[in-house]
């Protein structure tokens, strides 16, 4: 199939984005176009108005100070997994952008595009909420910051209104001690997660969170007393596994053993990855 028939323009700055948006009731943002292009192809959506935002300067912006982190939305996944950002992370961003999906999807998708998804199979949703990410929002009144975890409300659902769009997302540097872990299960790679689990441990700062996505929801965020982390001290080589177990069955409506199962050995793979980077 083919998009029904829309309306085209370009903006080159976000000011004049979102006048366009204002434009029309059923205006949508075109960045990378990994989701909305085969969402037009499959008429799942027929906007009157598409708004390119790819060439808007500010959206590809990446900033870096001693306390926080900024990346513009229109920063693409593989620029990112090229290092040709700056990173604070010790290569925990690179690495997790290196496993989405396939290159020729990392070389147009953008990060700004998967957060306003809000995918629970996505693998920035998890990332950036392990990182405690603020999500950066210009509109007609004006700009506005919201924490991620207050941002996503469910699958698929965010806190954005109608002539909104996201500028872009800011979260802390780490220390030069910090370990972060990432791992997923998919059927093969490539194609969505079955299982997402992401760490981010940096005694240092105090922070300490362990996310686990594809939940059909917003990511869960496990407790850490219960499993014997600390955020104030090293990150253990194991967890306790009956804590984990635990936790993870109280977060679904109706225990499938299988996708406990695989939940569990994701956690347990993430853990691996921050142990192995850090060695």
């Known amino acids: 199939m083919k998009p029904a028939a829309f309306e085209y323009e370009r903006a080159h700055t976000v000011d004049e984005a979102l006048v366009l948006l204002s434009q029309s009731a059923d205006a949508?943002?075109?960045?990378?176009?990994?989701?909305?292009?085969?969402?037009?192809?499959?008429?799942?959506?027929?906007?009157?108005?598409?708004?390119d935002i790819t060439r808007i300067k500010a959206l590809v912006r990446s900033e870096i100070n001693a306390n926080t982190v900024t990346l513009g939305a229109c920063v693409s996944h593989a620029a990112i997994e090229d290092l040709r950002v700056p990173d604070a992370t010790h290569g925990y961003l690179a690495r997790v952008a290196s496993g989405i999906a396939y290159r020729a999807v990392r070389n147009r998708g953008t990060i700004g595009g998967s957060l306003a998804n809000a995918d629970p199979t996505a693998d920035w949703l998890s990332c950036f909420t392990a990182l405690e990410a603020q999500i950066l929002i210009s509109g007609p009144n004006g700009q506005r910051t919201s924490?991620?975890?207050?941002?996503?409300?469910?699958?698929?659902?965010?806190?954005?209104?109608?002539?909104?769009?996201?500028?872009?997302?800011?979260?802390?540097?780490?220390?030069?001690?910090?370990?972060?872990?990432?791992?997923?299960?998919?059927?093969?790679?490539?194609?969505?997660?079955?299982?997402?689990?992401?760490?981010?441990?940096?005694?240092?700062?105090?922070?300490?969170?362990?996310?686990?996505?594809?939940?059909?929801?917003?990511?869960?965020?496990?407790?850490?007393?219960?499993?014997?982390?600390?955020?104030?001290?090293?990150?253990?080589?194991?967890?306790?596994?009956?804590?984990?177990?635990?936790?993870l069955a109280s977060h679904m409506p109706a225990t499938d053993v299988y996708d406990l199962n695989i939940q569990c050995a994701v956690i347990e793979r993430a853990l691996a990855n921050a142990h192995q980077v850090a060695s």
Not at 28 to 51: F, I, S, Y
Not at 190 to 219: K, L, M, Q, W, Y
């Open 28 to 51: 949508r943002l075109l960045a990378g176009g990994q989701t909305l292009g085969p969402m037009l192809n499959l008429r799942l959506v027929q906007p009157q108005l598409l708004v």
């Open 147 to 247: 924490s991620i975890d207050e941002f996503v409300t469910g699958a698929m659902e965010t806190t954005l209104e109608a002539g909104e769009m996201i500028d872009g997302v800011r979260f802390p540097t780490l220390s030069k001690g910090a370990r972060c872990g990432y791992a997923k299960i998919s059927r093969k790679p490539g194609e969505f997660a079955d299982a997402i689990a992401a760490i981010v441990h940096d005694s240092d700062n105090g922070r300490c969170r362990i996310v686990v996505g594809t939940t059909n929801g917003v990511p869960r965020q496990l407790a850490i007393g219960p499993l014997a982390l600390s955020a104030s001290a090293p990150l253990p080589q194991m967890l306790n596994s009956g804590a984990v177990r635990e936790q």
